[in-house]
């Protein structure tokens, strides 16, 4: 089945810079790329996706780039706000269907 | 997307008793989805609940433990059943906000101790 490794675990920037989360893949039947944030008592909330048919993805902020031959993927936050501060969770599924979530990065944003 | 009522937030329990867990949504999906996310880790599906049939169990988790029921296309239950401490966890019940290509939406999680 599909492994999803993702890392750093921990992460800590100053407000304004960028943070940057990298996961990588096994199953390149893979082809659904989401990314989750989860704020400190509350369920992981979806912030970005991004199809195998394309290599970036930005709203606002927020980006996600693909390298379907490498097999990774990875979440680009910009002018990062203590508000940004939660866990983040990428996933990799086939069309949207089982999801397999990384381990988590835990990033703090200092004021 | 679908907004998820779950229910308890947050229980202490006993080792043996059993606790359930209620997940109402505000529209009909065809399928809910029960995760586990232990201290510190990533999210396990647990089981996949359709409406009017048993529940489909992942790998290492079995319907005498963990129990599930699915009576309308908005409501589901699971239910932690003789637990132990290895059972505390953060409960998530989860649907998909779309066919295909889309993401889930999650609860906001029960966090079960047990002692």
New interface residues.
């Given amino acids: 089945g599909e492994n999803v490794e993702q890392h750093p675990s921990t992460l800590s920037v100053q407000e304004g810079d960028s943070a940057v989360i990298k996961c990588t893949y096994s199953d390149s039947a893979s082809n659904y790329f989401p990314w989750y944030k989860q704020e400190l008592g509350k369920g992981p909330q979806l912030i970005i996706d991004i199809r195998s048919n394309v290599g970036e993805k930005k709203d606002q902020r927020i980006a996600v780039t693909l390298n379907k031959t490498a097999k990774h993927f990875s979440l680009h936050i910009t002018e990062t706000q203590p508000e940004d501060s939660a866990v983040y969770f990428c996933a990799a599924s086939i069309a949207g269907n089982q999801f397999y979530f990384g381990t988590g990065t835990s990033l703090t944003v200092i004021p | 997307?679908a907004v998820?009522s779950?229910k308890p937030?947050r229980d202490i329990c006993q080792r043996g008793t059993s606790l359930t867990i209620q997940c109402q949504v505000d529209s009909q999906v065809t399928m809910m989805f029960w995760y586990r996310q232990q201290p510190?880790?990533?999210?396990?599906?647990i089981a996949t609940a359709n409406q009017g049939s048993e529940a489909t169990y992942e790998s290492g988790f079995v319907i005498d433990k963990f129990p599930i029921s699915r009576p309308n296309l908005t409501f589901s239950t699971l239910t932690v059943s003789n637990m132990s401490p290895e059972d505390s966890s953060i409960y998530?019940c989860?649907v998909?906000?779309g066919?295909?290509?889309?993401?889930?939406?999650?609860?906001?999680?029960t966090?079960l101790t047990v002692v």
Avoid: A, H, V
């Avoid at chain 2, 510190?40 to 599906?45: C, D, E, M, V």
């Avoid at chain 2, 066919?99 to 939406?105: A, I, L, P, S, V």
């Fill in positions: 997307s998820i779950q937030s510190g880790q990533s999210l396990t599906l998530l989860s998909k906000d066919m295909g290509w889309y993401g889930y939406t999650f609860g906001s999680g966090r």
